[in-house]
């Protein structure tokens, strides 16, 4: 038969070994996610946009000679196409980065370069409001603008988590500004 009292006295020990090694696993120094930094930039897209803009200008030209309508009026869409994309998606998707890396850079204590990138944002938005001709479209940078001027006034206030959320509701209104580029770029003509 078996003793109760050595089940047990094996049962308190495997449990006493089994809470030591819960209690050693918690004192596991926790990593804190690691911020990988690089530079970004996206003149590739532009170089290509403009090679493409100069092509599609060329093919304007010719099929104007020849009193080609269809075509024409196809090359007009692939311009506006192109510009849409230069003017709005290439500089809307610069300030996405930045915002993202003044995050990684908040969370790394470097808050100068944090602020920076974020000022860098609102430049661009400035330039990027330039190149339309729009009240609705001012209203939607100028809105933008305003969050990160939030996001900004909260990193004197001492709450990281004040500062995260503001972050990330730019970020996110950033990406649905990307991906809902054709309702807000409705209505509106960039530059030629």
């Not at 803009?53 to 104007?64: F, G, I, K, R, V």
């Not at 024409?72 to 290439?90: F, H």
């Not at 500062?163 to 950033?174: A, F, L, P, Q």
């Amino acid at each position: 038969m078996v003793d109760q009292k050595k089940v047990n006295d094996m049962f308190k020990k495997y449990l006493l070994f089994f809470i030591l090694l819960i209690l050693f696993g918690c004192q596991q120094e926790k990593h804190e996610w690691n911020p990988i930094f690089e530079e970004t930039n996206f003149d590739y897209f532009n170089n290509s946009i403009e090679q493409s803009l100069l092509l599609t200008d060329d093919a304007y030209s010719e099929a104007n000679k020849n009193k080609q309508q269809s075509i024409q009026e196809k090359l007009y869409q692939a311009k506006n196409r192109l510009l849409e994309i230069k003017d709005y998606y290439v500089p809307l998707t610069t300030v996405r980065q930045k915002i993202y890396d003044a995050e990684r850079h908040y969370k790394s204590n470097n808050i100068k370069k944090s602020v920076k990138l974020l000022e860098d944002s609102k430049s661009i938005l400035t330039l990027l409001d330039l190149t339309t001709k729009s009240e609705s479209f001012d209203k939607v940078i100028l809105d933008l603008n305003s969050m990160i001027n939030e996001a900004i006034s909260t990193f004197d206030e001492g709450s990281t988590l004040n500062t995260y959320n503001k972050m990330k509701i730019i970020g996110e209104h950033v990406n649905l500004m990307l991906y809902r580029g054709d309702l807000v770029l409705s209505g509106i003509e960039f530059e030629k």
